[in-house]
């Protein structure tokens, strides 16, 4: 199960960074192209975390539309998923901008302080274009 080992990567990942403080909440910016089911993360994340100091932390994903450019006619368009990667007017191969992220953008320790609290509403960069894509919150 993909979003098993991406959880436990991510666990061992945060667990190296902070050995020693209980985790409220991480955040994770994930490109479309990963294909992450976030239910099916969330769900892995709290079977993986049981018995850690990660265990009862929000996991708060970011999602990151898959995007290509072409450099025949400059233009940057989505991938869609599954992507797309290959220029319909310029029958050439694009390169790929950003759906292949998989990162911890932010881990939020129990004892941080007051603004440590309020992640989604605060944490930095959350109002960029994924605002858009079809990944659910909850
Ligand atoms: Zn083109």
Redesign the pocket.
Known sequence: MHELSIAMAVIDQVRDAVPDDRVESLTLRIGELVAVVPEALDFSFGLAADGTLLAGARLVIETVDGEAH?D??G?DTPTGMPPVLW?G??E?PLTLLAGRELEIVRVVVADEGPDGTAVGDTARDTTRDEETSHVPHR
């Open positions: 072409c025949g006619c233009r220029c007017d310029c050439r």
